[in-house]
Each structure stands twice: as structure tokens, then as C-alpha cells.
């Protein structure tokens, strides 16, 4: 459900002076860093192999951290398009899929057993997706570069643009299962919390039947104290196939809120290569600031965080309508 954000105007002002800079790239060399990504790239990895792309979610729905597959995509019987699983989200820290409820266990199924997500994963994005569909997500390493501009693909298209960054991630059709949406795939960063810029360099590659409309737009939505803003669209007119640009940045004041990031594809294929964020650091970036929930209500049921419904006698960390309390 999308609200409109009381803040949704870009404002002109700089972020404050106690701000901190964030670099997410898909290389072991900047602050944010994704620890998961990096460790696939080892040569010595099982489940990278010392070579080629890696599938976070391949062309038929499975989503493949850790060299197993978890199906977000069932064709029910007598049906033509898949049925979406939602809630899921790759864990980029340490490529585990968790279930994005507040109490954020790992789905339950046969390979996966619950699990509490740790404070340090929070500090990473997740790779998840929405109710309009997932779609093929391929890490591919090698890049850009990481010393200087150079004028070969899938580096900047002009110099001006140029931004430290070895690999990339890319959003391509899915094409299967009559789901081909790249409109609703997307990183959730963490929650960051002031007068917040966020600046993106991304690329597409041209034509065929991954971008037939020749198209580089990229989706921000701004999820606010848990309740995710309408998304806001950069583009690039005339883009050049298999180059990369710096979009223009989008600036928040967010002071007094919670606000974390959704970036991925707006319906065409998309050649991320990396998100700055500009802001303060959220006191809680627990999942309760990330996860789209509606307010609580007073009739809500109450959880433990293992899930189990409890009443007014239970002591402890509770979820009510989504929401955080200790119950005393």
C-alpha cells in the first residue's frame, strides 16, 4: 500500500555536516560493501566457481544464494502465470533468504529452518520484491573499474559519470511462467534518518527481448517509519547500450523519521552498478522500519518473535500490527 510522504518534494539542502556517506557497490573496497557478494566472487567459493555470472534469482523464479534454490514461482494447477511468493528477501550480507515479517524468520520449507536474522545483517540491503512480480536478477562481476574512467562497456558512458565500481547487478526479464515484470524487483536499504540525498549509477543494455523499448529508468521508493511513499522515477533520454550513468541524486528531510530505500528496475532492464545514500545513520534499523505494515491497531494480535500468537500475560519482545514493544 503506498502512502503519499508529507516530504515527497526534493528540497535544495545539503545534507547535514554529521551526515555519513554510504557506498553501496558489489566490491570488497567501499564502507558498504555487500559481504555475501564478496565472498561468492572467491575462486574458491562452492557456489561461484572462480568464473562467470552468478543467478540471485534465475529465469525460472528460483532464488539461489547459498547453491540452493528457493521456488518464488508456482504455476497452481490449470493456471498459465505463476502464483508469487512475498515477503522473501536475500539477505546481502550473508545470502540467506529470510521471511520479511517483523518477527523475520527464514521460510519454512525443506531446506530452510527458522532463524532469527542478527543485527549485523540489518545492516545490509535485502534483495527482495513485491506483489507485481519477480524477475531474473544475475550478479556479474568485472565491471566498470575501480582505478579510473575507461572507454570500453559497461564503464561510464562519459567520464563526468565515472564512479569506483568493478561489478555489477543487472534486472532482466524473467520469461517464465507468463511473468516477465522488472517493475517490482528491488534492494531495500537500511533505514537512514535527516536531510538524506541518494544518488544511483545504473545502465541498461539496448534492444532485443531483454529491452526492446531502449530504456534506463531505475525505481526509488522511499519507505517512511515502515510505510513505503509513492516511487520516483530516474531516467536517461538516449541512453548508450552497456554504459552506465550517474542519474540525478534525490534529496529527503527525513529529520524525526526512518527512512530506508527501495532501488531496482521500473520495467525495463537495469544494469545497477551503485547506490550512494547520504544521511544519518537511524538509531533502529530493525526490519519494523523496512517492512510496509499497516498502523497498529489496538485490537491487533500480539507475537512472540518465534511467531506464536501470545496474550496480555506474556513478558518479553512482542509484534503488534507490525511493530517492535516489550511487553512487561
Known sequence: MKKSLLFAAAIATACAANAEVFNYTFDSTDNAAFPFIVNIMDENSEVYGGGGNYDLVDKYGIAMPNTVGLPVLNTP????????????????????????????????????????????????????????????????????????????????????????????????????QGIVSRGDTYFQYPAVTGNVTVTVWAGSNLGGTANPDNLLEVAVTPVVDGVAGETIVLSKENPVSKR??????????????????????????????????????????????????????????????????????????????GKKYIQK
Do not use: H
Not at 532463524?115 to 512480480?133: M, Q, R
Not at 523496512?290 to 501470545?310: E, K, M, S, T
Open 77 to 176: 494447477d490449470g493456471e498459465e502465470k505463476g502464483v508469487l511468493d512475498l515477503g522473501l528477501g536475500i539477505s546481502m550480507f550473508d545470502g540467506v533468504i529470510y521471511k520479511l515479517t517483523p518477527d523475520a524468520v527464514v521460510t519454512k520449507t525443506d531446506v530452510y529452518e527458522p532463524e532469527d536474522v542478527t543485527a549485523e545483517a540489518l545492516e545490509y540491503p535485502f534483495l527482495s520484491w513485491g506483489e507485481k512480480g519477480v524477475t531474473r536478477t544475475i550478479f556479474m562481476p568485472g565491471w566498470g573499474s575501480l582505478d579510473a574512467w575507461e572507454d570500453k562497456d559497461y564503464n561510464a558512458a562519459v567520464e563526468a559519470d565515472w564512479v569506483a565500481c568493478k561489478n555489477g547487478v543487472q534486472f532482466t526479464r524473467l520469461g517464465t
Open 244 to 321: 552506465y550513468y550517474k542519474l540525478d541524486p534525490i534529496t529527503f528531510d527525513a529529520t524525526g523519521k526512518s527512512v530506508s530505500f527501495r532501488v531496482g528496475a521500473n520495467n525495463s532492464q537495469l544494469n545497477l552498478m551503485c547506490v550512494r545514500i547520504e544521511g544519518e545513520k537511524a538509531g533502529d534499523a530493525g526490519l519494523d522500519n523496512i517492512i510496509v505494515d499497516n498502523a497498529a491497531d489496538v485490537n491487533a494480535p500480539v507475537y512472540n518473535v518465534l511467531g506464536q500468537r501470545v496474550n496480555e500475560n506474556y513478558k518479553g519482545l512482542v509484534i503488534k500490527g
